[in-house]
């Protein structure tokens, strides 16, 4: 059923679009015919004209030209009409109408459909093209007449009848070009052009009479007196050429009048745009001096207007790139907006990869999918449109009352309405993509203005796109207002406001995307997406170097790949090395393959994360490329798959992309791109990117960005040499880790004389009990050879990874040994586990020049081991933990790492101490926010419950604050260590228990208005009794412990 | 290093002198057996993927063939040593021995880091590997097999160019093989199968029948799968196994009183060897701490998963129900653990022995190659069955002969094989 429809209204479109043919092709017939009279050929097109529309019955034309009015008898004037100037040369010569006389069904414009408003401009453009032609012949049958004029003659006189501007326009040119050519009669002539008429001393007088204005006769003299004087020293050839010359420049003047105009809205650049292609297919040639300049102003009003982005772009883009842009923008009336950050960066990294000279057939080797946008000041005309001018200034508030009242924000958004001519654009829109999912980006202007790159803080969402084209701009209008509502969210304030940009206005344009895919059942997804960085800062092995860049890819939506993930793991793989592979053994391929896929659901017409083994099992076959992405288990390693011998319900496939890496040309290609963009544009980038199985699409590109993946840290110059603990220069990532309170120093020739294997394996053990005991990332790990070996173990700790998972950094020491520096592992055993959870790793060789190893501050701090835990104690002189703030008296440890200079030093610096980063490769800095309110209200809090505890009716003896609250060190997710001496009854605990609950789940949300953090209760609660305080066990180690010593507070001083 | 490190040769080595000492052997038999019989210490040159050269350094021991070729694996370690490489051949030495099969030990190793490698660098070193010492390997003398960071890959890389050497199929010269390439039926069962096997055998020994018996498992990976598959089938029931949760990076415990259903377990596990928490308490299982499985009122405890999990800190956990340990994993108890165990009235199944099912497979494997006649799986898991009975019984009659404990048995009746085998042949 639903089919038949499909196929009628499918008939019916054709239908029409053969009618507008034959209309133009009779208009034309009739418009050549030289039998007839132009009243005749008038008269006659507006009994054609009606056959072209939708309603022919109901359907009237007229043309008005020169006061004559050509109509049909029975012609009425109603309010359904159609119209368009008859323009020759400029001129207007009348106009051409067409009026429904009773009402038909609403369309594109009323009742008549888009493709009709272009059949009555082409026809009036028809029309206005013969009366030219007329023109044209008469003058010529008039020079024919007089034979002996010479042919410049003839179009100086054609020009005095059509266009006296354009003459007087080009006999200024001439005179220009007399004088050029040194012909001193010519210069005589500037004296006309010149208002003052040639008396040079008139500036210097007070003239208090108005110039005389010349007249037109005068401009006829003047320019017949210059084609004479031409005559005498140029020859016909040189007079014709240059004429038509400047005819065919003159006619791009109007672009460059308009451009350079300031302020100038998208409309009037489209429209000016449109008559520039217009002339050009008419044989306009552009020089390319103009060409450029043009160029420039129209990157600057659309793109972006950053210099340094110019200073790029103008190489690359040309002004014929911009006639399928201009069609693609929706703006609101008046506009004057841009497309952004994002938009730009991705047309003009398709630009570069076009017309790079650096790599020849780049531009055959990607798509860029089909993309519209949505002005940035589409947001601002959207909220006067509903009166929302009041959510301009939320931003000003503090940021709870933002957090508080976003969600009030996002439901109005999503409840307003969008100006009509948006709306119709939109719909217009949703036509040209057709019924592929889609998705919605923001794409901030302030991310070029300022140099800073707002990854991640504005919303993108993925649309299915699927259903009625009501339902499916419904959908759409959703997802563009709730894009927009994001602008006002807690976090891309926040941002804004540590870098002083709130004041301006956020401009916000949107970039609406189809979705890079293939249908897989009843999903939609590309068969694999990511991420591609031209750096690479976390290298697995020492063979890869920096410029061998890194992918991060998954199977299915990139959004996976673009942020790191708590539960999963991409595959990575360095283009530069594609074999030196993250992941070896059978056990750490399985261990750290993709598990889940993002796809969009068609039939519910969601966003869905569904397992990988699952959609394998069920559409394993149909999987695009799916012998590119999956390998079979079989035994004890994986295999290559082909799609015809695949058992998806018998064997087990995992993502590898070992089939992409051995047996595509994707990864040379994914590398030429990445490396012409990065010399191109001169700094290091990335890009995302999908393939749908057949072609690669690049879906952005933008300066490779730190924000997510670990930032440079800056290396300070001078660092005095007692503070410096340890210098390192080789394989160095990106990154910074401060106050540092703790380090757990495992000696490495220690830990070589061990001779018994439980003692090795104790190290490690030791290792996993500090990591619970110690502040979470506010320690390091620093010990020999390979952490985490699964080998032989005196080659390093063999720690899991959940014995150092709290740890902030992991420090191996590769010591030389006669001649001979071992191998480390470059946390290879979990590699991905360090990279997702942003634990940093450091190889360190101590004994090479230029590397600073204090060894003494390892050798001789007090080791307090034996404090923390006591039955360690016989480890001592093999784990070292050292209390920095103990040590150095106040002062903590800030590690700093720089892969581009390949440099890391960890100081002693004060706490809190400003530490400089690099921000994005444009080299901003940023300040770390103070850390201080972050504690100040928990212990306030703390002590505010420990004032209303009643000892005797909850039967507790103490209260104890430790860890980060404490500590002063606590930060915007940090939860409360708290440590109750507790002597009551089983039942007081209960009631104790309840009560903390409610402190505990208040706090929490009063946190997470403050700083988005939720951790599901905020108090940490430890108990400990009287027994434990003998013996020493359990968390009673805190009370009076050396290292984070639990501090009492005062309870039930304010019991009512 | 210095030369006090903790060195697994010296480690392996004093564990064959306490076993000499039982023994009573003579000095020179002792000299003999303390120290492999020939070491190869070789370099393979290869071309790297960029064109530059490279030199790998490498090893192979061939510690004792007195009982037939040396089998051991190759493993592809950056921080190999020849003291590693040693303790593990001689290791093998032992264990072909306890379990009876014609063969010496062996182990080998190359020093690279795999995840510095392509694979084709990988192939270009076992092809090296195996140009080196093409004289002095093969079915008949030294055959390898896979190891640490080393697989069937490897292997098939290594057999391809000894054969193309030689020019002619010696499949029998690496095992570990997938069966298309003439690996051998029920390799995947055999460690599980052998584990179940010794435990019949010592229930027979308890008057203990097996129907009606309870175990917990340590780990549900192949050995923990097809160790239960034969218990259930010989009418044990199992109710705990515990598994690593590589989300929440811990380990939990899934109970099911009335005994698990190994089918609906395996539904529920993924490939990366975790049971769905979840999906299990919609199944009726109880979800509880890593370290419950230890704690269950069981016949039997089967440690399967990795080394040093029942030590000093854990004895007095397990229950008082426990009769038999058998260790499926390599080292599950640490020394301390092992020394109050052996006070109690526990009895285990040393390692050493209870997954010696692989190194038996192994044997078969090569067996079938040299014949060019292959079993089907019931065969070969018959055949198991008698070789592990076997082994079962001689280090438990000897354990009871001579009041020892079943580990220190297994060892002396290994070295006295192997001494024996030695005087035979009159070299010592």
């Known amino acids: 059923m639903e089919n038949n429809t499909g196929q009628h209204n499918i008939i019916n479109e054709l239908k029409e679009r053969a009618k507008e043919l034959n209309c133009l092709y009779r208009t034309q017939e009739l418009l050549w015919d030289k039998e007839k009279t132009s009243d005749e050929i008038l008269q006659a097109l507006v009994e054609v004209i009606p056959q072209g529309w939708q309603y022919p019955d109901i359907c009237f034309a007229r043309i008005i030209c020169q006061d004559t009015i050509y109509q049909l008898p029975e012609f009425t004037e109603t309010k359904w009409v159609l119209s368009s100037d008859i323009i020759s040369q400029g001129n207007i010569y009348g106009s051409l109408q067409v009026f429904y006389v009773s009402e038909s069904p609403e369309c594109d414009n009323g009742p008549f459909l888009k493709e009709e408003e272009k059949l009555i401009k082409t026809i009036s453009e028809l029309i206005g093209g013969y009366f030219f032609h007329n023109q044209l012949k008469s003058v010529f049958e008039a020079s024919k007449k007089k034979d002996s004029k010479k042919e410049w003659v003839v179009i100086i006189d054609m020009l005095k009848k059509t266009d006296p501007k354009l003459l007087m326009r080009i006999s200024r040119k001439m005179v220009n070009f007399l004088c050029w050519k040194g012909i001193s009669e010519g210069e005589k002539l500037f004296d006309f052009f010149n208002p003052t008429n040639g008396k040079e001393s008139v500036f210097n007088k007070e003239v208090n009479s108005p110039f005389h204005a010349k007249t037109e006769s005068d401009s006829y003299l003047i320019s017949n007196k210059i084609f004479e004087i031409a005559s005498k020293y140029l020859n016909e050839k040189e007079i014709i050429d ?456 690049i879906l952005q590109c933008r300066p490779q960005s730190y924000s997510k993946l670990g930032k440079p840290s800056v290396i300070p110059s001078n660092i005095p040499k007692d503070k410096l603990i340890f210098s390192a220069n080789r394989f160095i990532s990106n990154g910074c880790i401060s106050n540092i309170t703790h380090v757990v120093y495992v000696d490495p020739i220690k830990y070589a004389e061990i001779t018994d294997y439980d003692k090795l394996a104790a190290v490690a053990r030791a290792v996993g009990r500090l990591n619970e005991l110690l502040p979470k990332r506010q320690f390091f790990l620093m010990g020999p050879g390979r952490w985490g070996s699964r080998g032989d173990i005196k080659l390093g700790v063999n720690v899991t990874y959940s014995e150092i998972n709290n740890s902030a950094l992991l420090v191996e020491i590769a010591r030389k040994h006669n001649n001979y520096v071992p191998e480390l592992s470059f946390g290879t055993h979990f590699f991905q586990d360090l990279v997702e959870s942003g634990i940093l790793y450091l190889p360190l060789y101590p004994d090479d020049d230029g590397c600073e190893f204090d060894e003494s501050f390892f050798l001789n701090s007090p080791n307090i081991l034996s404090n923390l835990l006591p039955d360690l104690e016989y480890l001592s002189s093999v784990v070292k933990v050292i209390d920095v703030i103990a040590v150095t008296k106040g002062n903590v440890l800030n590690v700093l790492m720089n892969s581009d200079d390949n440099k890391a030093v960890a100081i002693i610096s004060e706490k809190d101490v400003r530490i400089e980063h690099i921000d994005s490769v444009k080299y901003n800095t940023e300040t770390s926010k103070s850390s201080d309110f972050h504690w100040q209200w928990r212990l306030r809090s703390v002590e505010q419950i420990a004032a209303r505890i009643n000892p005797e009716y909850f039967g507790v003896k103490n209260f104890f604050i430790f860890g980060s609250t404490k500590n002063a060190t606590a930060g915007p997710c940090s939860d409360i260590d708290i440590l109750i001496h507790f002597i009551g009854t089983s039942k007081q605990k209960e009631i104790l228990n309840e009560w903390l609950k409610g402190w505990s789940d208040s706090l929490d949300y009063y946190n997470f208005l403050k700083t988005g953090c939720k951790t599901g209760g905020i108090l940490d609660i430890h108990y400990v009794t009287d027994e434990d305080i003998k013996n020493r066990t359990s968390f009673a180690v805190k009370i009076g412990a050396i290292t984070d010593a639990a501090r009492v507070l005062r309870i039930g001083t304010d019991l009512n | 290093m210095s030369v006090n490190s903790y060195n697994l040769f010296q480690t392996a080595q004093s564990q064959f002198d306490k076993a000499a000492d039982l023994l009573e052997l003579n000095s020179a038999t002792r000299e003999f057996l303390r120290n492999p019989m020939r070491e190869f210490h070789f370099t393979i040159p290869i071309h790297m993927d960029n064109g530059e050269m490279k030199v790998f350094r490498a090893f192979r021991i061939q510690h004792n063939d007195a009982r037939g070729p040396v089998e051991g694996g190759v493993r592809f370690h950056p921080m190999e040593t020849v003291d590693t490489v040693r303790a593990s051949a001689m290791w093998m030495t032992w264990k072909t021995a306890v379990v009876g099969v014609p063969l010496g030990g062996g182990n080998g190793g190359v020093i690279c880091d795999p995840h510095n490698l392509s694979d084709f660098e990988q192939e270009q070193i076992c092809r090296g590997w195996v140009r080196q010492l093409v004289k002095n390997i093969g079915p008949n003398s030294d055959i390898s097999a896979p190891d640490i960071m080393t697989n069937s890959q490897h292997m098939l890389w290594m057999l391809d160019e000894y054969e193309t050497i030689l020019g002619a199929r010696y499949p029998g010269a690496f095992t570990g093989k997938p069966i298309e390439m003439g690996g051998s039926q029920g390799r995947i069962q055999a460690t599980g199968y052998g584990i179940m096997i010794a435990v019949r055998e010592a229930l027979k020994e308890l008057n203990i029948k097996i129907n009606g018996t309870t175990a917990s498992f340590q780990g549900f990976g192949k050995v923990s799968y097809y160790a239960i598959e034969l218990y259930q089938k010989m009418g044990g029931k199992v109710i705990c196994v515990s598994t690593w949760d590589n989300n929440e990076n811990r380990s939990f415990s899934f109970r099911k009183k009335d005994g698990i259903n190994l089918e609906d377990l395996r539904e529920i596990t993924n490939i990366y060897g975790g049971i769905n928490k979840d999906k299990a308490e919609d199944i009726g299982y109880e979800v509880l701490s890593g370290d419950a499985w230890l704690e269950q009122e069981v016949d039997i405890l089967v440690p399967a998963a990795i080394e040093n999990q029942i030590t000093d800190n854990n004895t007095d956990k397990i229950n008082k129900c426990v009769k038999i340990i058998a260790e499926g994993a390599n080292g599950p108890t640490s020394s301390k653990a092992d020394a109050i165990l052996n006070k109690s009235s526990i009895f285990i199944i040393p390692d050493f022995l209870a997954n010696a099912g692989g190194v038996i497979c192994s044997y078969f494997e090569q067996v079938q190659n040299n014949m060019n006649y292959y079993w089907d799986k019931d065969e070969v898991l018959a055949k198991l069955d008698v070789k592990m009975a076997t082994a079962y019984a001689d280090v438990s009659d000897f354990s009871r002969e001579n009041k020892l404990g079943m580990r220190d048995s297994a060892y002396v009746i290994a070295v006295d094989k192997v001494a024996q085998a030695c005087h035979s042949r009159g070299w010592v």
């Open chain 1, 242 to 697: 240059s004429i038509s010359r400047w005819i065919k420049q003159d006619q791009s003047g109007f672009l460059v009048n308009i451009l350079s105009k300031s302020p100038i809205t998208l409309n009037e650049i489209s429209k000016a745009l449109e008559r520039y292609y217009h002339f050009k297919s008419q044989g306009l040639v552009l020089t390319p001096i103009r060409e450029k300049s043009l160029r420039i102003n129209l990157i600057r009003h659309i793109l972006n207007d950053d210099n340094n982005f110019i200073k790029i772009a103008k190489n690359f883009v040309s002004v014929d790139d911009f006639k399928d842009l201009i069609d693609k923008i929706i703006y609101p009336v008046d506009s004057k907006g841009k497309l952004g950050g994002k938009s730009s960066g991705l047309f003009l990294a398709d630009k570069i990869l076009q017309n790079s000279r650096l790599s020849d057939d780049l531009s055959k080797q990607y798509k860029i999918p089909k993309t519209w946008y949505i002005s940035s000041d589409g947001l601002l005309n959207f909220m006067n449109y509903n009166n929302l001018e009041d959510i301009i200034d939320q931003k000003y508030k503090a940021i709870e009352q933002i957090r508080k009242e976003y969600p009030y924000v996002s439901h109005v958004f999503k409840n307003s309405l969008f100006p009509s001519e948006i709306m119709k654009a939109l719909s217009e829109m949703l036509d040209d993509f057709g019924g592929n999912p889609l998705i919605v980006r923001s794409t901030s202007v302030l991310e070029d203005r300022q140099n800073t790159i707002f990854a991640g803080k504005y919303k993108s969402l993925f649309i299915s796109n699927q259903g009625t084209k009501m339902e499916r701009l419904a959908e759409l209008t959703d997802a563009i207002a709730e894009v927009y509502s994001s602008t006002f969210g807690p976090d891309p304030i926040e941002y804004r406001a540590e870098r002083d940009l709130l004041d301006f206005d956020e401009e916000m344009a949107i970039m609406i995307q189809e979705v890079v895919g293939k249908k897989v059942g009843k999903y939609f997804f590309p068969a694999f997406a990511g991420v591609a960085f031209s750096r690479n800062n976390f290298r697995w092995s020492s063979r890869i170097k920096q410029e061998d860049g890194l992918l991060r890819l998954v199977p299915g939506l990139g959004s996976r790949a673009v942020d790191r993930l708590s539960d999963d793991y991409p595959v990575l793989i360095s283009p530069g090395q594609p074999k030196l592979r993250t992941n070896v053994t059978l056990d750490e391929i399985i261990r750290y393959s993709p598990k889940n896929i993002d796809v969009i659901n068609i039939e519910e017409r969601s966003f869905e994360t569904i397992e990988i083994a699952q959609l394998l099992k069920e559409y394993g076959k149909d999987y695009p490329i799916v012998n590119q992405i999956v390998s079979k288990i079989s035994g004890d390693c994986v295999k290559p798959v082909q799609r015809l011998g695949m058992k998806p319900n018998e064997d087990n496939y995992i993502v590898t992309f070992t089939g992409l890496v051995n047996n595509s040309t994707f990864i040379e290609k994914i590398n030429s791109i990445v490396s012409v963009l990065e010399k191109e544009l001169s700094y290091p980038i990335d890009i995302e990117f999908a393939h749908d199985g057949d072609n690669l699409y």
